[in-house]
């Protein structure tokens, strides 16, 4: 037997040939202990035991046509295509042909690969219990034709590496005619739910949007009930058919009624999702359910990314009187990132309201005016929100960037329905468009972990909630370089580790919320930053001629330095501690407003 350790044994075209060991023998087996990671095999007669450390991705046996016995690793998948690659995310995911808790598997590709090409977004990746996968781009492009996302990841611990993930569209559901409000637009490049962890090295997103869906529009007055749109797929509109009675009561008395008789389903999340029956579905229309007015279902609730379903109404018009009886039900509310549906013609009151970064449905409202039948139709739904136009990470979910690149991201809000003849009282709303780049739900740490001589490098805004239901947060370690360049938006806070540098450079900034530095903090270009800093580390100026204006309190237990070059520091919301102020060569310049340091100079 061999005594040494195997390691990396994890290539699809990977062999060991065992020809001391007759794969065709009756008394042929194998066995793996995954605790000390050695394989056993044997024919009865001579036996081998391999010793593996790292990743293992199970073995597969096969005669090698000599006498002996080839080694593989037996759950790796090398892809060439969209529908080789959906294959092998359906045969890792839950209830597919080589799922199992425990397991490791390997997708390596061998080709640049067109989502377009499958005509459809690509499976989620939904692991069993204690699995674990890793996809290798092998320097190849996954993209996704301004069409299609990128990889949702459901649950499981999923890495990936050398892969370009380019011109992805993730693209909220619209919300069903009528009133159904717009499904949200949520990680072109990469979903990270809530039951996952991923990993990215090497990884770069370009071009990569997310969209919200539109809020449901009216038809011509009828088919009011319809589905709010989910994170993926419309609604269809509402199919029920009105009726239409005109009945002669008391003399100079008539009454007109409309009625919806149905509502219809919402959109659901736009791809599968192994051993999950749905996710974001918009919420269902509201239903007139027979016999009186009041009888009804009501417009449901979306779930997460989904918009809230349209009311339904009706009216009696009692025209000798000039009274109009109004009944209906109230639009449904988004869930996160939906818009809410539309009211039935009912009051202010009757549309529902979008969730985060979603725009209010609207409602219709009737009355009488110089003999004549008035009406203001405006009962449709909100728009979605757009967000993480690289990446979405859900609050439960977990994001580690070791290294790579986004950049030329975008994200837009969807638009609300359309009205028919404005009202001025409840108009419905269009959806936000935040984080072109990641953005980060609920309260959610964001963590970037380059080893030494890596880069990750975010030119795309990082975002989340702003306080409206969690900040996001920012963690920098590892002996890379982390380089933001655009103006984030993130609320959180930022902590670098020791040994972690994040370099501000372009336009790029550290959002709003407190920073801890106990690394080095390089900027790059004259810049403003407006939170509080605790410095441990190091704050270096490494721009020449320029000016850095520190807005918010900021406490030195570590260094400042000016660099070179005539710079400016302007302390505007005070310098304390009893750390060291390094001046370089030039003519330098300190402003301290307020508290004053301690510091050493």
Same mark, same amino acid.
């Given at each position: 037997?061999? /005594?040494?350790?195997?390691?990396?044994?994890?290539?699809?075209?990977?062999?060991?040939?065992?020809?001391?060991?007759?794969?065709?023998s009756a008394q042929f087996s194998q066995s793996f202990n995954?605790?000390?990671?050695?394989?056993?095999?044997?024919?009865?007669?001579?036996?081998?035991?391999?010793?593996?450390?790292? /990743?293992?991705?199970?073995?597969?046996?096969? %005669?090698?046509?000599?006498?002996?016995?080839?080694?593989?690793?037996?759950?790796?998948?090398?892809?060439?295509?969209?529908?080789?690659?959906? /294959?092998?995310?359906? $045969?890792?995911?839950?209830?597919?042909?080589?799922?199992?808790?425990?397991? &490791?598997?390997?997708?390596?590709? $061998?080709?640049?690969?067109?989502?377009?090409?499958?005509?459809?977004?690509?499976?989620?990746?939904?692991?069993?219990?204690?699995?674990?996968?890793?996809?290798?781009?092998?320097?190849?492009?996954?993209?996704?034709?301004?069409?299609?996302?990128?990889?949702?990841?459901?649950?499981?611990?999923?890495?990936?590496?050398?892969?370009?993930?380019?011109?992805?569209?993730?693209?909220? @559901?619209?919300?069903?005619?009528?009133?159904?409000?717009?499904? /949200?637009?949520?990680?072109?490049?990469?979903?990270?739910?809530?039951?996952?962890?991923?990993?990215?090295?090497?990884?770069?997103?370009?071009?990569?949007?997310?969209?919200?869906?539109?809020?449901?529009?009216?038809?011509?007055?009828?088919?009011?009930?319809?589905?709010?749109?989910?994170?993926?797929?419309?609604?269809?509109?509402?199919?029920?058919?009105?009726?239409?009675?005109?009945?002669?009561?008391?003399?100079?008395?008539?009454?007109?009624?409309?009625? !919806?008789?149905?509502?219809?389903?919402?959109?659901?999340?736009?791809?599968?999702?192994?051993?999950?029956?749905?996710? $974001?579905?918009?919420?269902?229309?509201?239903?007139?359910?027979?016999?009186?007015?009041?009888?009804y279902t009501p417009a449901a609730t979306g779930g997460f990314?989904?918009?809230?379903?349209?009311?339904?109404?009706?009216?009696?018009?009692?025209?000798?009187?000039?009274?109009?009886?109004?009944?209906?039900?109230?639009?449904?509310?988004?869930?996160?990132?939906?818009?809410?549906?539309?009211?039935?013609?009912?009051?202010?009151?009757?549309?529902?309201?979008? @969730?985060?970064?979603?725009?209010?449905?609207?409602?219709?409202?009737?009355?009488?005016?110089?003999?004549?039948?008035?009406?203001?139709?405006?009962?449709?739904?909100?728009?979605?929100?757009?967000?993480?136009?690289?990446?979405?990470?859900?609050?439960?979910?977990?994001?580690?960037?070791?290294?790579?690149?986004?950049?030329? @991201? &975008?994200?837009?809000?969807?638009?609300?329905?359309?009205?028919?003849? !404005?009202?001025?009282?409840?108009?419905?709303?269009?959806?936000?468009?935040?984080?072109?780049?990641?953005?980060?739900?609920?309260?959610?740490?964001?963590?970037? $972990?380059?080893?030494?001589?890596?880069? #990750?490098?975010? =030119?795309?805004?990082?975002?989340?909630?702003?306080?409206?239901?969690?900040?996001?947060?920012?963690?920098?370690?590892? =002996?890379?370089?982390?380089?933001?360049? =655009?103006?984030?938006?993130?609320?959180?806070?930022?902590?670098?580790?020791?040994?972690?540098?994040?370099?501000?450079?372009?336009?790029?900034?550290?959002?709003?919320?407190? #920073?801890?530095?106990?690394?080095?903090l390089l900027l790059a270009y004259s810049v403003t930053l %407006?939170?509080?800093?605790?410095?441990?580390?190091?704050?270096?100026?490494?721009?020449?001629?320029?000016?850095?204006?520190?807005?918010?309190?900021?406490?030195?237990?570590?260094?400042?330095?000016?660099?070179?070059? !005539?710079?400016?520091?302007?302390?505007?919301? @005070?310098?304390?501690?009893?750390? %060291?102020?390094?001046?370089?060569?030039?003519?330098?310049?300190?402003?301290?407003?307020?508290?004053?340091?301690? !510091?050493?100079?």
């Open positions: 037997s061999f /005594a040494g350790t195997i390691t990396g044994f994890s290539g699809a075209t990977d062999t060991i040939d065992l020809a001391g060991i007759n794969h065709n995954a605790s000390t990671g050695i394989l056993t095999v044997t024919d009865g007669t001579n036996t081998a035991t391999l010793h593996f450390s790292g /990743a293992t991705y199970g073995f597969a046996a096969t %005669s090698d046509g000599a006498g002996g016995t080839l080694i593989k690793p037996a759950n790796v998948y090398t892809v060439h295509n969209a529908a080789e690659l959906n /294959a092998a995310l359906l $045969a890792v995911s839950q209830g597919g042909s080589a799922a199992a808790a425990n397991t &490791s598997y390997s997708i390596e590709l $061998a080709a640049d690969i067109s989502v377009s090409s499958l005509g459809a977004n690509l499976s989620a990746i939904n692991l069993a219990s204690g699995s674990s996968l890793v996809i290798h781009g092998g320097g190849h492009t996954l993209d996704g034709g301004n069409a299609y996302r990128g990889l949702f990841v459901y649950g499981g611990n999923v890495t990936i590496d050398h892969l370009a993930i380019n011109h992805t569209l993730a693209q909220g @559901g619209a919300g069903g005619t009528q009133g159904g409000g717009g499904g /949200a637009g949520l990680g072109g490049g990469l979903f990270v739910a809530a039951g996952a962890t991923v990993s990215i090295s090497d990884v770069s997103f370009s071009g990569d949007r997310a969209v919200g869906g539109k809020g449901g529009s009216l038809d011509g007055g009828a088919n009011n009930g319809a589905g709010g749109g989910g994170m993926g797929s419309a609604a269809s509109a509402n199919t029920g058919q009105y009726r239409h009675d005109g009945t002669r009561g008391p003399v100079g008395h008539s009454t007109y009624v409309a009625t !919806a008789f149905d509502g219809t389903a919402g959109g659901g999340v736009g791809l599968n999702i192994p051993g999950q029956g749905g996710l $974001a579905h918009g919420g269902a229309g509201g239903a007139w359910t027979g016999g009186s007015f009041s009888n990314g989904g918009g809230g379903g349209g009311g339904f109404y009706s009216y009696m018009n009692s025209i000798a009187t000039s009274q109009i009886s109004r009944v209906g039900s109230n639009g449904g509310n988004g869930g996160f990132g939906g818009g809410g549906g539309g009211g039935g013609l009912q009051g202010r009151i009757g549309a529902g309201q979008g @969730g985060f970064g979603a725009g209010n449905g609207s409602v219709s409202i009737a009355y009488r005016a110089d003999g004549s039948y008035q009406s203001k139709i405006g009962n449709v739904g909100g728009g979605g929100l757009g967000a993480g136009g690289g990446v979405f990470v859900q609050e439960g979910g977990t994001l580690i960037l070791e290294s790579g690149s986004l950049s030329g @991201g &975008s994200v837009a809000g969807g638009a609300a329905g359309a009205i028919q003849a !404005a009202h001025q009282l409840y108009m419905p709303g269009a959806g936000q468009g935040l984080g072109s780049g990641i953005f980060i739900q609920g309260n959610e740490t964001l963590t970037f $972990a380059p080893p030494s001589g890596a880069t #990750v490098t975010v =030119a795309d805004v990082i975002a989340d909630q702003g306080g409206d239901g969690g900040r996001g947060a920012v963690d920098i370690k590892g =002996a890379g370089i982390v380089e933001f360049d =655009a103006a984030n938006t993130y609320s959180g806070g930022t902590t670098i580790e020791a040994g972690a540098t994040l370099k501000l450079a372009g336009q790029g900034n550290i959002g709003s919320g407190p #920073v801890t530095d106990n690394g080095d %407006s939170g509080t800093i605790n410095d441990n580390g190091t704050i270096h100026l490494g721009f020449h001629d320029g000016t850095a204006v520190f807005n918010g309190a900021v406490t030195l237990s570590g260094a400042f330095s000016f660099g070179d070059g !005539a710079n400016e520091a302007d302390f505007n919301g @005070g310098l304390t501690g009893t750390g %060291s102020i390094n001046f370089g060569t030039g003519d330098q310049t300190l402003k301290i407003t307020g508290a004053m340091p301690s !510091a050493v100079i």
